[in-house]
Structure formats: structure tokens, C-alpha cells
């Protein structure tokens, strides 16, 4: 069964603290990887879509990474706004396929 | 419009009312997703539309829980006689399609309390 698995399930960094946030997948064929984050109140913001493994894309602090087993978001140098909770997701290739989320990481950013 | 639009944004029900929670999706998107949201969870996915077809409503939780999507747009998720453990955060979202638009983008979310 397809499975997400995302760590550590909370992380609090400093400002400027650089970290990476880990999402281990289990997927037949991989159709897209997702990274969202999320405010509280609010739905899912999309930031990535990677493909294949040893891609990598980027957006202001952050980066994302994926192998064939793994994806990591990079946070480079964090700022207090970009405390929120970040989702991976997987898509599987096939007719018909759901997206299937992970519990997520609450990253929190002290000043 | 710009974006997914979901509402109402919050709906409070009495325990056995039937509630319905509509979806507005970004023009032109084939797909259409709904997940339910615990708190400090992450979205579990219910149903899955292309276009006017349901193709998987195997996270339904029971037949209480019934979603349409008659001409594919707007799409409903009926829930009938509710229950305390339904109130959580209903999420609807939409893709595109193709080869390399298959993300999916959310609306707000509808939060539904049972009480």
C-alpha cells in the first residue's frame, strides 16, 4: 500500500537556522512528488512538484530535493514567517490516481 | 474565478442533520479532489472526480458520505444524519491534468462542527 512517512513530526529552528525536513515515500510508480505548506486556518499552499529522482527546485528559502526513496525541503536561513506546517504528498502513475498525504512537519521559527 | 472556492467556510450541524459542502473548482480543471483534515493531521483523501466521473470513492467512510460532481464543476459532498466524529475540516482541491500538471491546488477548507 502506498505509503508517506514525514520527520520529525515538529521542528523549532532559531532565525537563520538552516534545517531539512524529511519525506520517505512508498509508491509503485511515481506519478509526481508534492511539497504544500500549510497556515493554520487555512488549505494546503503548493510550492513543488518533482518528478524523478535527482531533481531538485527552489523558491526563495527553500529547495526541494528527491531520490527514489526520499525527498528532502530544504530551509535555508529561516525567517519567523516561514513557520507553518509542510506537507509532502505522492501521486501514483496510474488512470486513476489519488494524492496521498503524510501528518505532515510544524516547523516554528523563534526570532 | 482565481482560485478553489469552498463554502461555507464554517458549518455548525445538530447531531442527525444532513449538511452539504460545496466546491467551486479553478476553471478548466479536469480533476477533483475531497479530503477530510484532523486537527495536526494531514488531509486523508475521500473522493476522486475527472470530469463527471467518480473514479475512486474508496475513502468515503461510510454510506453516509455521498459526493457529486453532475457536470463537472461544481461538486458536493453530502453528508447525511452526522455524527460527532465527522466534524473535522473538509478540504476540496483541483488539478489540471496532464503530464507535467498534476498538482493539485486547495481551496480553504469548510470547517464542520457536530454537535
Known amino acids: 500500500e502506498d505509503q508517506v512517512t514525514q520527520s520529525p513530526e515538529a521542528l523549532r529552528l532559531q532565525e537563520g537556522e538552516s534545517s531539512s525536513l524529511n519525506c520517505s515515500y512508498t509508491v509503485s510508480g511515481l506519478r509526481g512528488l508534492f511539497w504544500y505548506r500549510q497556515d493554520p486556518g487555512k488549505g494546503p499552499e503548493f510550492l513543488f512538484t518533482?518528478?524523478?529522482a535527482g531533481e531538485e527546485k527552489e523558491k526563495e528559502r527553500l529547495k526541494a530535493t528527491l531520490t527514489k526513496k526520499e525527498s528532502f525541503l530544504h530551509i535555508t536561513a529561516p525567517k519567523p514567517e516561514d513557520s507553518a506546517t509542510y506537507l509532502c504528498?505522492?501521486?501514483?502513475?496510474?488512470?486513476?490516481?489519488?494524492?496521498?498525504f503524510g501528518s505532515g512537519t510544524r516547523l516554528s521559527i523563534r526570532p | 474565478g482565481a482560485g478553489v472556492s469552498q463554502s461555507p467556510r464554517y458549518k455548525v450541524a445538530k447531531r442527525g442533520q444532513d449538511v452539504a459542502l460545496r466546491c467551486d473548482p479553478i476553471s478548466g480543471h479536469v480533476s477533483l479532489f475531497w479530503y477530510q483534515q484532523a486537527l495536526g493531521q494531514g488531509p486523508e483523501f475521500l473522493t476522486y472526480?475527472?470530469?463527471?466521473?467518480?473514479?475512486?470513492k474508496s475513502g468515503l467512510p461510510s454510506d453516509r458520505f455521498f459526493a457529486e460532481r453532475p457536470e463537472g464543476s461544481v461538486s458536493t459532498l453530502k453528508i447525511q444524519r452526522t455524527q460527532q466524529e465527522d466534524s473535522a475540516v473538509y478540504l476540496c482541491?483541483?488539478?489540471?491534468?496532464?503530464?507535467?500538471?498534476?498538482?493539485?491546488?486547495f481551496g480553504q477548507g469548510t470547517r464542520l462542527t457536530v454537535v
Open positions: 472526480f475527472q470530469n463527471e466521473a467518480q473514479l475512486d
Open positions: 482541491a483541483s488539478s489540471l491534468e496532464g503530464r507535467e500538471n498534476t498538482e493539485a491546488f
Open positions: 518533482l518528478y524523478s
Open positions: 504528498a505522492v501521486r501514483e502513475y496510474s488512470s486513476a490516481s489519488k494524492i496521498i
